[in-house]
């Protein structure tokens, strides 16, 4: 049976939070059994705005697959590899920055934006600008066509396939096959200060392995509609995280859309909504919390599952760094 490929990634720069849940994970839960799915634990892209602090990128690693394996990703269906470890990833790379422009690079919107929030000025490591290059191999590399990622990745995939059609099209045979991105309806989830993204840089997140006071603190400190003084006063849904958040995560659509309605006709404290959401979310985060916990004991499962899976990938990688060196038309010794 041929299934299609997923390939997605995290950057190992710290234990991931709800809004890699909503933008990512929870299609990535969904798509075990349907597609080939690999998952990339990506500590040399974590390298790449962290260079400062290699102990953080690589202590995330073990934090990153235990998030994984918390929230459900079973490694007897997902590959769970380490970008590091696979050399294909950084030959392609090198050949894949002779498809792409300075220009091009520098005039993607995600990059533009996480310069301007690292405030990187004009000193921006070149690693970093050329990342979405060594995206692009990561994606290739697993000849994946599926892509389950958040809203800011679309750019990033977007430039994926132009280098893709770049390498097709000079080497007259389809080598590389183009990837889709599948973006949920909350294809970015604020953070809990109300900024744009959730980002475990950005220090505004709720980690999926937070403390239920951890939760019940950041619900409580939220930004709703500043203008809404009184609960009788009508109250404004647009850019009120608190109903960002429960669109992302309320299972009952019905009962939101009636919340909604009430708050914004007027008689609806904040306090109500933020328990609604609360309640919400500590019955998502309590098992993987527990769960989280028990494998955190287990270290050596945690890196022999690395370990396998990062094996496995070795060779898939291998293949089509062979493919597009031949493609090419390099010299073969
Ligand atoms: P960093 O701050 O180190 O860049 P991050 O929190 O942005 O970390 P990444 O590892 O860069 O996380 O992103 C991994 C995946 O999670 C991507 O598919 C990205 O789109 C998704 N993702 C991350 N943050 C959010 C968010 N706030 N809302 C929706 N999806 C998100
Ligand atoms: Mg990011």
């Known amino acids: 049976m041929n299934r299609p490929t997923i390939l997605t990634g995290d950057r190992t720069t710290g234990p991931l939070h709800i809004g890699h849940y909503a933008g990512s994970l929870a299609n990535r839960l969904r798509y075990q059994d349907s597609h080939d799915q690999f998952l990339l634990l990506a500590d ?18 073990i934090e990153v697959a235990l998030d994984y394996l918390a929230v459900g990703i079973d490694p007897g269906r997902t590959t769970i590899c380490l970008q590091s470890h696979l050399p294909a990833l950084a030959e392609l790379s090198m050949l894949y920055l002779n498809f792409v422009t300075v220009a091009r690079l520098e005039r993607n919107p995600t990059i533009k934006d996480e310069i301007r929030a690292r405030g990187f000025g004009r000193d921006i490591p070149a ?73 475990k840089s950005g220090g505004n997140a709720i980690a999926l392995s937070a403390s239920p006071e ?19 006063d009508p109250g404004r849904i647009e850019g009120n995280v608190v109903f960002t958040y429960l669109d992302a995560f309320d299972p009952h659509p019905g009962g939101l859309a009636e919340l ?23 019955e998502l985060l309590a098992p993987i919390r527990a769960r989280r916990a028990q494998l955190s004991e287990d270290r050596g499962y945690v890196l022999d599952v690395i370990r396998d ?14 493919d597009v060196v031949n493609a090419l038309g390099l010299f073969q010794l």
């Open 260 to 282: 909604k309605a009430r708050y914004q006709r007027g008689g609806l404290g904040d306090s109500k909504i933020k328990a609604r959401l609360e309640a919400i979310l500590q």
């Open 309 to 322: 899976g990062t094996e496995r990938a070795r060779e898939r990688t291998e293949a089509t760094r062979r």
């Open 127 to 199: 690693g970093f600008l050329c990342y979405p290059a060594a995206q692009a191999a990561d994606i290739t590399a697993f000849r994946a066509t599926v892509v389950p990622v958040g809203e800011d990745q679309a750019p990033l995939i977007e430039q994926t396939n132009e280098i893709v059609r770049r390498i097709n099209a000079m080497t007259d045979r389809a080598v590389l096959p183009e990837a889709r991105a599948i973006i949920p309806r909350t294809g970015r989830l604020p953070g809990i200060d109300g900024k744009a993204k959730m980002s």
């Open 44 to 61: 040399t892209q974590a390298l790449t705005d962290n260079a400062h602090d290699p102990e953080k990128v690589r202590r995330s690693v």
């Open 214 to 232: 951890t939760i019940r603190n950041a619900v409580r400190a939220m930004f709703t509609d500043p203008n809404h003084l009184r609960v009788e």
